[in-house]
Structure formats: C-alpha cells, structure tokens
Antibody, heavy 117, light 109 residues
Framework: QVQLVESGGGVVQPGRSLRLSCAAS????????MHWVRQAPGKGLEWVAH????????HYADSVKGRFTISRDNSKNTLFLQMDSLRPEDTAVYYC??????????WGQGTMVTVSS | QAGLTQPPSVSKGLRQTATLTCTGN????????AAWLQQHQGHPPKLLSY???NRPSGISERLSASRSGNTASLTITGLQPEDEADYYC???????????FGGGTKLTV
C-alpha cells in the first residue's frame, strides 16, 4: 500500500547535525514533489522544505533556510532532510509528505527530533 | 512568513453543522485556493479536500469546502464524535514561494 516511513530522529545537542530519511513505497515516488512539515509539541503544523520531483527546485521556510537541506534519491525512493546548526526551537515531530493535486496528500507517521543540552 | 488565519476553536453539538474558516490573501488562498487537513491527537494529518472543493476518495460527503475571495471554508454537517479533531488549512503562496498553514482550529463536538 501507499506508505511513507520516516527515520533518523532522536535527541541532539544544540549546534549539532541530524539527517532524516523518508522511505516511500506503493506509488511512483519520482513523479511527485515532496515536502517536510514539522509540528512542535502542542503546536500547529509548520512547512519546512520542498523539493520538486526532478530535484531541480527547492524551497525553504525562512526559519530553516541556510541550515537545512532537502534532497532525494529517486532510484531508492527516499527523501532526506539534512539538519545542521540545530536549535532548541527545531524540536518537533518531522513529517514527510507527498504533494499531489496542490495539496499534501500522503503523510508518514513522523519522527521526533529533540534539540536539548 | 505570515501564515493563514484560523479561529483557534469551534464548539458544536452532535448532528449540528460546523463551518471552519481560513483567511489568507490574494497571493495564497485568493490565488491558488486552499486545502484542508484533519489531525486527531497523536496521529499524522489527513487530507480532507484539495483545490477548494475536491474530496479524496474515502472522505465523507458530510464535508464540503468552498472559497470566497481570500477566505476558504470547510463545512461539516451532521457532526459526529469522530469529527472532534484539529483542522488545518494550507496553501501555496506565489509571492513568497513558500507553503503556508493556518494555525489550526480545534473542533469540539
């Protein structure tokens, strides 16, 4: 079935790095733009980053621009988020989501990232 | 980056009708329209509607979405206990080249 599975979350100290992965299955991954969306504890959804299906276009929220890098490997049906210079305010559940019909159509279960000393 | 504006909470009784609103501007909701997502506590969001008033397969016909100018709306009729959740709107902002979310509305039934 259609599925997105995130991994790579954990507890990390401020200033350190973490790399998230999202494995896709059940659909043609290379045909769709992909996004990362995060949700801080008890807060709403915040869009983080986008990458086009052909990897040419990337967009980032101002809050992560210059620190986070989105990428994908279409041969392995996998989406990545490289997070550098992490801050306590980056603490959140990170979801990968597939864009279809101008909306966030498919969602993973999320992976928790905690930035704390 | 400015987000979309949603009322923090709405409370309605069983079998009543709730209308949730989402206000943006001419660069996002007024231009591209909005999508609606539902999120139950402890679960990932679920897409309810896209391109203003299209429902993915499996979404109840009790839900309908619309747009007037820069404001999108989600109407849920015949409210059921399982409708109690957080609801978010989202849209692409063509001026900022970013996706924006509303702050979410907690619907209590």
């Amino acid at each position: 079935q259609v599925q997105l599975v995130e991994s790579g979350g954990g507890v990390v100290q401020p200033g350190r790095s973490l790399r998230l992965s999202c494995a896709a299955s059940g659909f043609t991954f290379s045909n769709f733009a992909m996004h990362w969306v995060r949700q801080a504890p008890g807060k709403g959804l915040e869009w983080v980053a986008h990458i086009s299906y052909h990897e040419i276009n990337e967009h980032y929220a101002d809050s992560v621009k210059g620190r986070f890098t989105i990428s994908r490997d279409n041969s392995k049906n996998t989406l990545f988020l490289q997070m550098d210079s992490l801050r306590p305010e980056d603490t959140a559940v990170y979801y990968c989501t597939c864009e279809s019909l101008d909306a966030f159509d498919i969602w993973g279960q999320g992976t928790m990232v905690t930035v704390s000393s | 980056q400015a987000g979309l504006t949603q009322p923090p909470s709405v409370s309605k009784g069983l079998r009543q009708t709730a209308t949730l609103t989402c206000t943006g501007n001419s660069n996002n909701v007024g231009n591209q329209g909005a999508a609606w997502l539902q999120q139950h506590q402890g679960h990932p969001p679920k897409l309810l509607s896209y391109r203003n008033n299209n429902r993915p397969s499996g979404i109840s016909e009790r839900l309908s979405a619309s747009r007037s100018g820069n404001t999108a709306s989600l109407t849920i009729t015949g409210l059921q206990p399982e409708d109690e959740a957080d609801y978010y709107c989202s849209a692409w902002d063509s001026a900022l080249s970013v996706w924006v979310f509303g702050g979410g509305t907690k619907l209590t039934v």
